[in-house]
């Protein structure tokens, strides 16, 4: 069993400089989590190096849903709703402390993109392709007992809602079960680790990096067989310092979240609602919080995490905003 704890901090380092590695994984989020899982459980001498803490990017910045499938189906993308839908299944088994069912009220008003019958059929595809158990399929509801579940939805021209299930997650924390599940499996893994520079053998393949630890500034050469880029947005960044970023590349997008106290914004029922101009966003209730996003749109300056400053959270009485970055 491996060791996951800042006091072997210099151990987990040794251990990873001391044979090759059959793979090294760059990144530790949800994604590079995953694969060091998937790897070391396969058999493969498997380490994962972050630049930052374990999660820090798009891996804590996400809606606190599971994928959110309908609105996969909205874009009409029937394979990756019943993809997602599987795929949800098996984190809902393999994680139950980290993720929950959470029934969504989908209101539809006079006038707006949804209807009772588009809602119902909508859904009902939904709970097909995406295997939704018995227990948990789409119900319709009356706009007396929509305004029930939600009291603060808008009475003027409420039809009635859909209702059904997503599941909610902690998306750090199911980050960090997963590389601990890793590294009890054998896995290396330590943050605050950046990769400076590649390795290559005399045919110009990668066959190791060289790191810095960014709490001391020392440098650490590892090698091992195959090296994966699981950057998440930064994925191009390391590209670049690979001199391999050509052809194809990512088109980022930025998604906007802004977070209210419970005080300010008393949400009582997680709720999907359209807007003026088409985009669909989640309002989620969550440990005193409400959550309201996300909104994806292109992406074109240098990646950071902005804030809004004092004033305009104060303006429309917002607690934090915080900037994900997804990659399509």
């Given amino acids: 069993m491996g060791k996951f704890s800042s006091v072997h901090r210099n151990e987990i380092m040794e251990e990873m400089k001391r044979k090759e590695l059959d793979l090294l994984v760059i990144g530790g989020g949800i994604t590079g989590s995953g694969i060091a899982l998937d790897a070391v459980t396969r058999g493969l001498k498997t380490a994962v190096l972050e630049m930052q803490d374990f999660a820090a990017g798009t891996s804590s910045r996400s809606t606190k849903l599971v994928h959110g499938g309908l609105r996969y189906l909205k874009q009409f993308e029937i394979r990756m709703v019943t993809e997602v839908g599987k ?31 588009t809602t119902n059929i909508g859904l009902r595809v939904y709970d097909y392709l995406a295997g939704v158990k018995r227990g948990e399929r789409r119900k319709m509801l009356s706009p007396k007992k929509a305004l029930q579940l939600e009291p603060l939805l808008k009475k003027d021209g409420l039809k009635g809602a859909g209702y059904y299930v997503e599941y909610k997650t902690d998306d750090a924390r199911l980050t960090i079960e997963v590389i601990k599940k890793a590294v009890e499996e054998g896995a290396h893994a330590i943050n605050y680790v950046k990769v400076i520079s590649f390795i290559y053998d005399d045919h110009g393949k990668v066959i190791g990096v060289k790191a810095e630890d960014q709490t001391n500034g020392e440098i650490h050469i590892i ?71 996300t909104t994806d749109t292109t992406y074109k300056g240098e990646i950071a995490h902005p804030t809004m400053t004092k004033e305009d959270r104060e303006y429309i009485g917002c607690d934090k905003l915080y900037v994900s970055f997804p990659s399509c």
């Fill in 87 to 117: 795929e949800r299944a098996i984190v809902y088994e393999n994680g139950p402390h980290v993720t929950t069912p959470e029934w969504m009220l989908l209101p539809f008003h006079e006038g707006g993109t949804f209807g009772p019958f």
């Fill in 223 to 293: 090698y091992a067989k195959k090296v994966i880029n699981a950057c998440g947005p930064w994925v191009d960044k390391l590209r670049e310092l690979d001199g391999s970023k050509h052809g194809k590349h990512l088109h980022l997008t930025k998604g906007v979240h802004l977070v209210f106290s419970q005080e300010r914004f008393p949400l009582q029922q997680a709720v999907y609602f359209d807007t003026l101009d088409g985009r669909m966003v989640f309002a989620i209730p969550r440990d005193g919080k409400t959550y309201v996003g």
